[in-house]
């Protein structure tokens, strides 16, 4: 158990709908990072905030937002949404000036 | 573009013996290196880590070496057993600028580690 809580674990919904996931960091972690997993892109990088504020910005769509709440907890915003969203999501966090990431178990997002 | 490499999808070994799983990056700004397991339907695992200014770092049945002038770096687990079947990544981070913090994942080697 790595301490990083992600819900739901899994989501079924339709072609443009919206949902929000959720990630709760480690305790004393700032840092939270959001990745997908599909099946032919392995784990991409979408975005990472530090103490509220967003830090680095990865390939993420603009149908996708996310942000950090005063108590450290995170959540990606995904709309519109596509088949091709079908995938994993995870979140992982790590302390401030950490280079370690610690991945959540993730959600598993079907989009049908 | 695909900066970090694992060419090997899968990789079997008998239990007991020495389980090798190799990475290439092709990104020089790269300082940090990290190596995770991740079962079926769970999270990726932190195993170990090593920085650019090393050449190896152990941790118990784990070795990390990094070749920075190749820029290859492999996972040495000493012995294997069946436990360690897996899906194990590579992942490389740069320090600095807008891309401190990212991690970028290799696509993943298979290990089985037969009784």
């Known amino acids: 158990d790595s301490g990083v809580t992600q819900t739901p674990k899994h989501l079924i919904t339709a072609t443009g709908q919206r949902v929000t996931l959720r990630c709760s960091p480690r305790s004393g972690d700032l840092s939270v990072y959001w990745y997908q997993q599909s099946l032919d892109q392995g784990l991409q990088f979408l975005i990472q905030?530090?103490?509220?504020?967003?830090?680095a910005k990865g390939n993420i769509l603009e149908r996708f937002s996310a942000q950090q709440f005063p108590d450290l907890h995170s959540e990606l915003n995904l709309s519109s949404l596509e088949l091709g969203d079908s995938a994993l999501y995870f979140c992982a966090s790590s302390q401030g000036g950490g280079r370690e990431q610690f991945f959540g178990p993730g959600t598993r997002l079907t989009v049908l | 573009d695909q900066q970090v490499k694992q060419n090997s999808p899968s990789l079997s070994v008998q239990e007991g013996r020495i389980s090798i799983l190799n990475c290439d990056y092709t990104?020089?700004?790269?300082?940090?290196f990290l190596w995770y397991k991740k079962y079926p339907a769970e999270g990726p695992t932190f195993l170990i880590s090593i920085s650019s200014i090393k050449d190896k770092n152990e941790d118990g049945r784990f070795t990390v070496f990094l070749n920075k002038s190749a820029k290859h770096l492999s996972l040495h687990i000493v012995p294997s057993q069946p436990g360690d079947s897996a899906v194990y990544f590579c992942a490389a981070s740069a320090s600095g600028g807008t891309s401190y913090g990212k991690l970028t994942f290799g696509q993943g080697t298979i290990l089985t580690v037969h009784p």
């Open positions: 990104n020089s700004m790269f300082d940090y």
């Open positions: 905030y530090y103490n509220g504020e967003e830090r």
